[in-house]
């Protein structure tokens, strides 16, 4: 069975870190871009963070560029993403999302397959 599983959201204070995990079962990861993805209420998705299988480049929206940053582990079949100086507007569930074309999209249809999300919540 083919599944993502996030891990690692919570609460934190503004300025906190956070590690989120996204464990790949059914699939190996290795041949696939892995995207980050978060929602917050009353918004769309938006594509936070992704890095592509080929070479693995890396990509950040600009709003968490040098706070966030994302790596993947392929003998533990996972992929990260560590995130720092965490601010109030970056509440959101968090989702990690993977696409078999290998290279990063922002666009959510391209994507194959989906975790169920993990809440990450900054508030003092």
């Known amino acids: 069975q083919v599944q993502l599983v996030e891990s690692g959201g919570g609460l934190v204070q503004p300025g906190g870190s956070l590690r989120l995990s996204c464990a790949a079962s059914g699939f190996t990861l290795d041949y696939y871009a892995i995207g980050w993805f978060r929602q917050a209420p009353g918004k769309e998705h938006e594509g936070v963070s992704c890095?592509?299988?080929?070479?693995?480049?890396?990509y950040y929206r600009n709003s968490v560029k040098g706070r966030f940053t994302i790596s993947r582990d392929n003998a533990k079949n996972t992929v990260y993403l560590q995130m720092n100086s965490l601010k109030p507007e970056d509440t959101a569930v968090y989702y990690c999302a993977a696409t078999v074309r290998g290279y990063c999209s922002g666009v959510v249809g391209q994507y194959d397959y989906w975790g169920q999300g993990t809440q990450v919540t900054v508030s003092s």
């Open positions: 890095i592509s299988s080929s070479n693995g480049s890396t």
